[in-house]
């Protein structure tokens, strides 16, 4: 039987994050409020009545638009596959990657320095936080995307699991620069 083990990151708020929501709100309260100052001002009692119902349109959408930034990814590692899903508003998944941990031919801590030296046809972001030290970062080959890198946040638990699957270069690096 394959073992089993799951972990759910959820993503950082950064200031974008507090941006975008301070913007949808204004789009959802200014666009109602400017079409009933345009009533008063052109004198048309039914802009009002469509400006109220615009207000309960743009209240929904906003919800909708706010919590659809609410983000988080799931590691699963079943047997020696690893999978990547992004959980969007907890009411949609989308699977990112799906990567066996044997093909991982290069693993190392994020560093800036380090991955500007390295050139990838795709970089898969998965992690907690954009840039941070406390990512891995591991490299494989895909057939159609070809060199490409998964940055990700795994827990102490994930890690444990997937070191027996590293091919024997990988454990030996692993162990020999202490990464875990």
Do not use: H
């Amino acid at each position: 039987m394959d073992n089993l083990t799951e972990q759910v990151v959820k993503v950082k708020k950064t200031a974008k994050y507090y941006i975008n929501i301070i913007l949808i709100i204004l789009a959802a309260v200014g666009i109602p409020a400017g079409l009933i100052v345009l009533a008063e001002v052109i004198q048309r009692a039914y802009l009002i009545y469509i400006a109220f119902f615009l207000i309960l349109i743009f209240a929904y959408l906003a919800w909708l638009f706010i919590t659809s930034l609410n983000i988080e990814y799931e590691y699963a590692l079943l047997g020696s596959t690893f999978v990547a899903d992004k959980i969007i508003a907890k009411r949609r998944r989308k699977k990112i990657l799906k990567l066996e941990v044997k093909e991982i031919e290069d693993f190392f801590c994020y560093s800036d320095q380090e991955m500007s030296k390295r050139k990838f046809a795709k970089v898969y972001e998965v992690a907690s936080e954009k840039y941070s030290d406390s990512n891995f970062v591991a490299c494989f080959y895909s057939q159609a995307k070809g060199k490409c890198a998964l940055v990700f946040s795994p827990n102490d638990k994930m890690l444990q699991a997937m070191k027996p699957f590293f091919k024997p270069e990988i454990a030996l690096k692993i162990y020999k620069d202490k990464l875990f």
